[in-house]
């Protein structure tokens, strides 16, 4: 796997009425894809379930979609995120490395760009990454240090001049369902 | 004797045409009847039924249900009925047992960067965050969509049901310069030439 700084890798997995399917995708600051890679869905059959019980959406979602992105991308990005909170464990015991979830807020804006301020909640916090924008709410796994919090935090910023940060989940999100009309 | 001597005499002379018929004097045997008494006895408890009998051998099982305990020692619990129903079981003969083989879940992970480069970036309106703006007389600002690169533009598109814009970038640019687009609307001018793009 080739590392690439000032690259983001976005991860998506769904598993809505019962088909489960997942994607990643690898972009440089400019938001230009470096790396696109996808799932076939996945619809476990009846006795999947019966044999897999409350374990499968876990299995389905952490073990097999989560890993076998991670493990197929040829890119390794600076900084893995997630929209999905409860991914950030899984994400990072795979990684090993930068991971965050991140989401849009209401929050008012901060003072400036590059501000950071906790939530209040176990690593959670509210970072403004430009000053065009609402701050986004970024969660970090347990065990993430504030050193490494203020590094992935500069480096949402650098990306924030050049892209929209969040914008790339909508564009995986358009990609699948065009893959699945083909 | 003397009916014997009359029976004889009338026997010679009307031989073969006179019916004699023999009336034995004989007495009714006597009706004996004894003194002894006869003694009948009658259980005073109810009778006792036994239905599968099975179950009330030393050691037993304790049969209980709601409402019912059966003890296994207790012999007055011999008084009670127990009903047990059921039905003739069938011999159940299979013909041919088919087994199957549990395989893990298998996923397919494929590559499609060349789709996802295709597919174009979307900017929303973001002019309300947007404090520096042109001053221009004669003019409103309708939106403002950024961060684009703009020397690494292919096309744009604004999407007009949406309110985005749509960007097409050249994957194979080097240049990282951001920039801002402005949508203004010129008042005073025609129609179709009122609309303006402006790099910011």
């Known amino acids: 796997m080739a590392v690439s700084n000032n690259s983001l890798g976005y991860l998506v997995v769904d598993g809505a009425e019962g088909l489960f399917r997942g994607a990643s995708l690898v972009v440089d600051f400019r938001g230009i894809p470096m790396d696109f890679r996808y799932t076939d869905p996945i619809r476990p059959t009846r006795l999947e379930k019966i044999l897999y019980g409350n374990a499968l959406e876990v299995y389905l979602r952490e073990e097999l979609i989560l890993e076998s992105l991670i493990g197929a991308a040829e890119m390794k990005p600076s900084i893995w995120v997630c929209r999905e909170a409860d991914l950030l464990p899984p994400l990072k015991s795979i990684t090993r490395g930068k991971v965050l979830f991140l989401a849009p807020s209401n929050h008012s804006p901060l003072e400036a760009a590059g501000n950071v301020e906790a939530t209040g909640e176990d690593l959670s916090y509210m970072v403004q990454a430009d000053s065009v924008s609402a701050p986004l709410r970024a969660s970090f796994p347990e065990g993430t240090k504030e050193d490494d919090v203020k590094q992935i935090a500069a480096m949402l910023v650098d990306a924030a001049k050049t892209m929209e940060l969040l914008e790339p989940f909508g564009r995986i999100q358009k990609a699948l369902t065009s893959l699945g009309e083909e | ?200």
Request: proline letters at 4%; charged letters at 25%; glycine letters at 4%.
């Open chain 2, 1 to 200: 004797m003397i009916t014997q001597d009359l029976k004889d005499y009338f026997c010679r002379h009307f031989l073969g045409r006179l019916n004699v018929n023999n009336l034995p004097v004989m007495l009714d045997t006597p009706k004996i009847s004894s003194t002894k008494r006869k003694i009948e006895t009658y259980p005073i408890r109810t009778q006792m039924k036994v239905t599968g009998s099975k179950l009330f051998v030393a050691g037993s099982l304790t049969c209980s249900s709601k409402g019912f305990r059966f003890s296994r020692h207790s012999s007055s619990s011999l008084n009670q009925t127990i009903k047990i129903s059921g039905s003739k079981i069938r011999k159940y003969a299979p013909g041919e047992i088919k087994t199957h083989t549990f395989s893990k879940i298998k996923i397919k992970i494929s590559e499609n960067t060349k789709h996802a480069i295709l597919m174009p970036q979307e900017r929303t309106n973001r002019l309300k965050w947007k404090t520096e703006r042109p001053k221009t007389s004669g003019e409103i600002i309708l939106a403002w969509f950024g961060p684009i690169i703009d020397e690494a533009v292919v096309k744009l598109t604004l999407n007009k049901r949406q309110g985005t814009l749509l960007i097409w970038y050249n994957p194979q640019s080097r240049r990282f310069d951001a920039k801002g687009l402005f949508l203004c609307r010129r008042l005073s001018s025609d129609k179709d030439k009122s609309f303006e793009w402006r790099w910011v």
